[in-house]
């Protein structure tokens, strides 16, 4: 081990303990039941329907409420427990007012207690509670967004509230199985229009500028599913088989969400059929908010996006841009059934909203838009969790949540992409028909109600008529990822192949090994060549299989389906590699992908991925070069202040030019995927210290500030880009005169992000102060400085900016600064002192969800460390002796 990695490895074994304890093994699952499921409320307790009257007061960010609640108590008891979280009660009855309960307010469990003098009888009561609440400015409960328009700057009012936030806004019990009906009322200025999950009732004017709306009640749901956004809106209307689908703006806005609309009364449709439960609700809105969260929310009837994730404007956005707002939309709609309709129990079930959603996203894509090659596209996702999933702080997909901090880090890289890639191979391996009855019977059986994993694999069997429990189980149960070694030999002029199952490992040098895994793992094994079928093998162990004829090159995971990495011994790997031109391109990218998988795990050499890129031809598809790319910018983050830094970007640029050089600057055809990887070409060789390439975006750039149609819009995020990191004080200026000229949120964002790029260090400081003004949206003020950090080069002014302004940041920003950003942007270091100084952070690790957090962000250093230490020599020399090395 080299010296730099000693320390690290000491830091990251004192904090690996409590990634293990969350992630043992924990079989047999059983089916869903209240009493049975996780959570910190006591069940004596329900609540059946919550009559609520808010009062927002937009000028001092306080929120005055009423609550009536029908409850019901299961057996006699004293003490009523729910969840508030920065909320002042004022009065507080049951039934008849003739109890008035003592409250204790508990900050740290985010609880009250109500405790009566007299017993409450088992059966139906009402509670009444009034109380007030915060506005925040950070996105979680009820927060305000201020967004810049034509007339000046605007402010509007949205919810954030998943995992646990409907406490923020009002009393309530606030866990997943508590479902109950809501039916809300909402003072609001009169000019606003307000949205909730139901169609509005009736509207009744209060006063000249005030009105009172008032919604239908909704279905029994979650309390996180709530939702209401109020401001100077407007809606664009479409009807779907009854349902009235309509897209939310800000004034002026709401033709820009045409895309989405269409593509919703698709999606409708879509899922009506494939789940065989229609939509239940009357209507469905897509919210548009400019700031407080940078994703979207799937609120049942009315899904809140991030502006710039579901608006398209042709004059702004790239057409590629429809890819994203498709994807993100058809993953929100499918949580209208998978999580909305059925919920899982407890958060330690996440995956059965987030993996599902996210499976079902691509398919629909490729359903719609089969020229998108989704799955072919989107194969990072697979990667990014096969790599999250091959260390020691990695965790099984169904994992325990001890609490709400918890819950909100199982919103991670296995939940969602560890979570879709094997719901789709599940799939692949029961048949889509047998899958998709399966996925019927546990919609129809489960409907308004909560499950666990173990009530989808009991349906998928049922239908399948094929066991599932195992296969599933060992795979969301269990941590870690599969290796499949495979070795073929000559038996005569016939070949057999072996197959064996070991863990696939991530660790820094020197560590100790993890603990075994097994699986049962439907292997696809088939010969390399056009029609050729290949052979599922379900392996439990070790196998021995016929491989064709004698040095016929044969490929495991067939089709990139399966959920393992697959090593190759020499034979194999040398017939696989001569053959790789003939592959499949989903096959091609995996033995690639493979390649660099088993470098990063110490199993192989990186010379020997090295030498795979050489043999990638010039017009490969854009998933194999981004796989490449990606992986050339990795290595060229590791290699800053490292002597290989210049040879590594001398090759990136001699290896990836011809690829540029065949696409050119200008678009000669439709091509979506031409489009991708040009943009993703120029930002590269910019990066890499391209000259021909930086000059030609400078040059684009002062042309489009005289003639903005001059540069298309496929073109201005690598443009601009180019220009942030090369950006003079002059340059500089331009961009943030852009950035606050502009309405639109994904223009304000390209430039920001641009400024944020550069690598003068007194426009960095000039960037990190904009994060303590009200100029940035809070929503972007994380990746602003994470920007500064990485592509301006720049990690240890930001991390010194964070520490001197953590608590103005954290005041801005929420909790989740502390328990999340922090973790997340140490990951732009890899060594030792900086690792060390994560762990002595204590803002970092103040709750159980920031110190799971910061073990992985520990662990990420640490391999960090290691793989530069023993890659980048590697690299270097294999360069110089190829390639000749730099000038």
Known sequence: MAPVMRNLAAVLAATIVLILSISGRALAEQSYSFDRTPGKLPKT??????????????????????????IEVREPTARLM?????????????????????????ATAETATLGFLQPLAAGAHRLRIGFKAKINSFGRGLFFVDYPTEKGSKRMLSTQLEPADARRIFPCWDEPAFKATFALTVTVPRAFLAVSNMPVAREELLAPDLKQVVFAPTPKMSSYLFVLATGELERLTAEADGVSVGVVTTAGKREQGRFALDNAVKLLDYYNGYFG???????????????????????WGGITFFESRLLFDPSSNAATAQRGIFSILAHEMAHQWFGDLVTMGWWDNLWLNEGFASWMQEKAAAHFYPQWQTWLNGNGQKQYALTLDARRTSHPIQQPVADQSEAMAAFDGITYNKGQAV?????????????????RNYMAAHAYGNTTTADLWQALESAAGKPVTGIAASFTEQDGVPLIIAETRCSGAAQRMTLRQERFVIAPSGSPPASPRSWQIPIAVGPIGAGRAAEIVLLDGSAEIAAGSCGEPIKVNFGDVGYYRVEYGPNSRAALAKSLTLMAPEDRLNFIADGWGLVQAGRAGAPSYFALIEAIGANDRRAVWDQVIGTLKGLDRLARDRPERPALQFYGRTRLRPVFDRLGWDAGGSDDDDALLRSSLISALGEFGDGDIRAEAERRFAGFLQNPPSLPTALRDAVTHLVGIRADSASYDTLLALARKSTATNERLRYYYAAASARDPALARATLALTLTSELPSTIVDSVINTVASSGEQPDLAWDFVKANFDALAGRQGPSFGDFFIANFMTNFSDDAHAAELKGFAPAQATSGGRVMTARALET?????????????????????????PP
């Open 277 to 299: 439960v229609k939509y239940p609700l009357p209507k469905l809105d897509l919210i548009a908010v400019p700031g407080g969260f940078g994703g979207a929310m799937e609120n």
């Open 82 to 106: 729910l969840n508030a979280v920065d909320i002042t009660f004022g009065s507080a009855t049951i039934d008849d007012g003739t109890q008035n309960p003592d409250i204790a307010l508990d």
């Open 423 to 439: 719901i789709r191979m599940l799939e692949s391996y029961l048949g889509e028909q047998p899958f998709r009855d399966g996925i």
């Open 45 to 70: 307790v329900i609540p059946v329907h919550y009559t609520i009257e808010l009062t927002p007061d937009l000028q001092n960010l306080t929120l005055a409420g009423v609550e009536v609640v029908d």
């Open 861 to 885: 250093i640490a391999i960090a460390a290691d793989l530069k230490t023993r890659a980048l020599p590697a690299i270097d020399a294999w360069i110089r002796q190829h390639d000749g090395g």
